[in-house]
């Protein structure tokens, strides 16, 4: 059974960078794509971007100027990371893998929530 | 403000049936058949329930249902059990410049 875990800092003060990670366990990490979604408090589901094992990705332009995804096949491991955070960045976020040719996202992670304080 | 319309909360007994709505546009659910459906319960990672408008995963209830109609994708959910409280998303690929848009979510209750 696939499994993927996060981590990350969940604590950050307006301006600094948000940097999370996960981790795939078992199963086939280069056959997929790899995304990340978030959740704003009170609010619905976000998506971020998603990566291929080529290092191809695509961002939600929104946050485009901002977001850096990156994978290491080696470590099977993806990370996101946000500049110059602020309140509006605050949210649970997701790595999810993605059921390709479906726009769809089979396995999840169990979320990272990230607060932004000053 | 998601760009998928959901009712907020759909509540029932167990037993019966609920359907809940998505409401999209030409840019997603009217022009594509990928519509995906995610349960959501706190503290852990949505699990998607429905791809491809009505298939379901392995392991996933036959309870569980999907349609669509024009703009308009349904989830089913017949014979309502108390695990199945939570909330749930709707989600479709999109020509609008990202990956998917998604619902802003239902909140389903077990009475």
């Known amino acids: 059974q696939v499994e993927v875990q996060q981590w990350g800092a969940g604590l950050l003060k307006p301006s600094e960078t948000l940097s999370l990670t996960c981790v795939v366990y078992?199963?086939?990490?280069?056959?997929?794509?790899w995304t990340w979604i978030r959740q704003p408090p009170g609010k619905g589901l976000e998506w971020i971007g998603s990566i291929d094992l080529r290092g191809s990705t695509s961002t939600d332009p929104s946050l485009q100027s901002r977001a850096t995804l990156s994978l290491d096949a080696s470590t099977r491991q993806f990370s996101l990371k946000l500049r110059s955070v602020t309140a509006a960045d605050a949210a649970v976020y997701y790595c999810?893998?993605?059921?390709?040719?479906?726009?769809?996202?089979?396995?999840w992670g169990k979320g990272t929530t990230v607060t932004v304080s000053s | 403000q998601s760009v998928l319309t959901q009712p907020a909360s759909v509540s029932a007994s167990p037993g019966q049936s609920i359907t809940i709505s998505c409401s999209g546009t030409?840019?997603?659910?009217?022009?594509?058949?990928?519509v995906s459906w995610y349960q959501h319960h706190p503290g852990q990672g949505p699990k998607l329930i429905l791809y491809?408008?009505?298939e379901r995963p392995s392991g996933i209830s036959d309870r569980f249902s999907g349609s669509k109609s024009d703009n308009t994708a349904s989830l089913t959910i017949s014979g309502l059990q108390a695990e199945d409280e939570g909330d749930y998303y709707c989600c479709s690929n999109t020509s609008g410049g990202t990956f998917v848009v998604f619902g802003g979510g239902t909140k389903v209750t077990v009475l």
């Open positions: 030409t840019s997603d659910i009217e022009t594509y058949d990928f």
């Open positions: 491809d408008v009505s």
């Open positions: 999810a893998r993605v059921l390709y040719n479906h726009y769809a996202m089979d396995v």
């Open positions: 078992r199963g086939s990490f280069s056959d997929h794509h």
